[in-house]
């Protein structure tokens, strides 16, 4: 399939590398260039500057031929403006969107979004289940909540502190997708130390998530 995928930050890192891994073909539009750059750099993906509100920047990365446009930013009001013109403009089979507010899915929806991700609503279910809320920044599902995406912060505290990747033992049905530190975006190996600070992006199966939540974020 062909994806685009228009805004975020984190959100675009990890969902490239997944997508790409299921061997779709993936193009991106972001307003920040630096990000353009080593997305593109890294996965070898079309990269369009711009904002991904304006039809003329959608146009340059030719969404027309998208078989599907998923809208990232941190704004619904950008969000919103993004899906309607993915359908209505260029005609795209399926839109996904980041909706924030979760008051605002229901309007989403009746426009005819195709898929509505709220971040908060996730975040809460997550609580529920005893995980550690401070830790969890972004946590998004996929493949019908089969697969879930999820950001982890860690702090000095963590228990994965100073070890390497091989020696923490995740569950096979996870993996860690990659790292930044600071301004540096590693993609992991076995020997990867990670160290405080990092923010880990986890991809695992949905039942083991928690667990390998657990395994990064648990404290000494």
């Given at each position: ?159 994965a502190l100073n070890k390497k990747l091989w020696e923490i033992g995740f569950p096979s049905q996870s993996t860690i997708s990659c790292i930044m530190r600071e301004e540096e975006i590693i993609i992991p190996q076995g020997n990867t130390v990670l160290k405080a600070g990092d923010k880990v992006v986890v991809l695992a199966s949905s039942q083991v998530m928690e667990k390998t939540i ?7």
């Amino acid at each position: 399939m062909n994806i685009l995928l228009v805004g975020g930050h984190q959100n675009a890192l990890f969902l490239i590398k997944s997508l790409k891994s299921n061997h779709h073909e993936v193009a991106i539009v972001n307003s920040d260039r630096d990000l353009c750059q080593a997305l593109a750099d890294a996965y070898e993906v079309p990269a369009i500057c711009g904002n991904g509100t304006n039809a003329d920047i959608l146009r340059q990365a030719h969404t027309e031929k998208m078989d599907v446009v998923i809208a990232l930013d941190d704004q619904d009001a950008a969000n919103l403006v993004i899906s309607e013109l993915a359908k209505n403009e260029f005609h795209v089979k399926l839109t996904y969107a980041v909706v924030n507010n979760p008051k605002n899915i229901e309007l989403f929806q009746g426009l005819g979004i195709d898929k509505c991700v709220n971040t908060t609503r996730i975040l809460s279910d997550l609580v529920e289940q005893q995980a550690i809320e401070k830790n969890i920044r972004k946590y998004i599902p996929m493949e019908n909540g089969r697969i879930v995406v999820c950001e982890v912060l860690l702090t000095e505290k963590s228990v994965a502190l100073n070890k390497k990747l091989w020696e923490i033992g995740f569950p096979s049905q996870s993996t860690i997708s990659c790292i930044m530190r600071e301004e540096e975006i590693i993609i992991p190996q076995g020997n990867t130390v990670l160290k405080a600070g990092d923010k880990v992006v986890v991809l695992a199966s949905s039942q083991v998530m928690e667990k390998t939540i657990s395994m990064l974020v648990g404290m000494k």
